[in-house]
């Protein structure tokens, strides 16, 4: 069995074994998340069309559960203020409280949302489990963020 050095280089970058941990530990933590999904049915499209129709609670409560963990978890973020691993301040950035952006921004999610059945969270757990038509909504959000980082200069922040 191969020893991984963690060493970091003279120019003060961590090593690539450093930063390979890290990407499997993204990827572990993906293919849980994906597996959360699938199970908790939140990447169904059946689901999710209930939702729209008002027909089921279940997604409601899902969202609704996510929105407390988030509150929760900036809670604690906010009064254990922790630090990275590099020992950099976790916080949050204030935002100027402007709502067109939030809008706008709210308005092309859900009206992607609403045209490929799913939010782009499950993109790849949907692709994981066999709807290869998702292929296409991956692409389309690949060059979507190839558009926004292409104009986002041009764009009110």
Known sequence: MAVISTTTHRSGSV?????LIAYLGYLGTGMFLGLVFIKSEAASWYRIQEM??????HMYGMIGSAVLVAMAS???????????FEGEAVGFTPKAPT???YIIGGLLFGLGWAMTGACPGPIMALIGGG????LVVFASALLGTYVYGAVRDRLPH
């Open 74 to 84: 900036i809670w604690l973020l906010r009064r254990l203020r922790p630090r990275s």
């Open 15 to 19: 090593s690539w074994a450093r930063t």
């Open 52 to 57: 729209f129709r008002f027909q089921s609670f």
């Open 99 to 101: 709502y067109r952006r």
């Open 131 to 134: 709807v290869e038509v998702f």
